[in-house]
């Protein structure tokens, strides 16, 4: 069993592991790891304090395979408050994942008014229950990788869902993983965990993943309450992200939708 989600072989290359194996196929990765990559390589882009992610952006160009990985980052704009930042992920000479990540700076210590809080908390972890992952095939992959709680709906019960999720393993080796990586790898599994639609007899594939954060959770759960709506063959999943304090951001997917 490996003990991370990538192993390092140089710090732009990276090999997955079986852990980032996706439910669809056994060659795949899940999108959430390697999207967490790609905001482990934003996070360290650059040299400049006090800018955090506030809106990040990955465009699923291919099916990411589990095979060897290339990172690389560039700027695509600066200024005093705030940066575009761009990280892409190659397997070999083909792109398969792109982010673009909006950086601004934060004030964590502005007098803001109480009535811009975003919401309730949730109920916790320790609230939820394990419920049954939708048959893989595989005895080992994301779905072990990844520790689930439901505090309503399920991976097997069509229509919303609200569920807490924790790493079981690093992202890299011996590498305590960013509140950052907590929140991307989780991310993509709205989608997923509020289907709408039976997945024996539909598909509903997103393309891309798009997460505003308000701020950074604090500790190692990460809550998606999550919905999808589709019409015209076109879907949206559509989440609000929680830790124990309460609403942290957003995310959303564009869903690719016909029979199978």
């Known amino acids: 069993m490996p003990d ?23 060659a795949l990765q899940h999108a959430g790891p390697p999207a967490a990559l790609l905001g482990r390589a934003v996070e360290a882009h650059g040299d400049r304090a006090g800018l955090r992610v506030a809106r990040i952006t990955f465009e699923i160009v291919r099916p990411v395979p589990i095979a060897e990985l290339t990172v690389a980052t560039r700027s695509l704009r600066g200024g005093r408050s705030v940066e575009l930042v761009e990280a892409t992920l190659a397997a070999g000479e083909t792109e398969v994942m792109r982010a673009t ?6 004030a964590p210590d502005l007098d803001l008014p109480a009535r811009l809080a975003p919401g309730p908390r949730l109920p916790g972890p320790a609230a939820g229950r394990v419920e049954p992952f939708f048959p893989t095939g595989q005895e080992v992959g994301y779905h072990t990788a990844m520790e689930f709680r439901f505090v309503a709906g399920s991976f097997l019960e069509p229509g919303p869902a609200t569920v807490w999720m924790r790493m079981r393993h690093p992202l890299v080796p011996d590498e305590l993983p960013s509140p950052l990586s907590r929140v991307l790898i989780a991310a ?51 989440t609000t992200l929680h830790d124990e304090q309460g609403p942290i951001g957003r995310s959303a997917q564009a869903l690719f939708v016909d029979r199978r």
């Open 4 to 26: 991370a989600f990538f192993s390092p072989l140089a710090p732009d290359r990276f090999q997955a592991t079986e852990l980032t194996r996706g439910p669809w196929d056994p």
């Open 188 to 238: 993509d599994s709205g989608n997923g965990v509020s289907a709408a639609l039976d997945f024996h007899t539909w598909r509903f594939i997103n393309p891309d993943l798009t997460v505003y954060l308000l701020r950074y959770p604090a500790g190692e759960w990460v809550a998606l309450e999550a919905s999808t709506t589709a019409a015209d063959g076109i879907g949206l999943a559509d």
């Open 101 to 106: 990540a909006l950086r601004i700076r934060s």
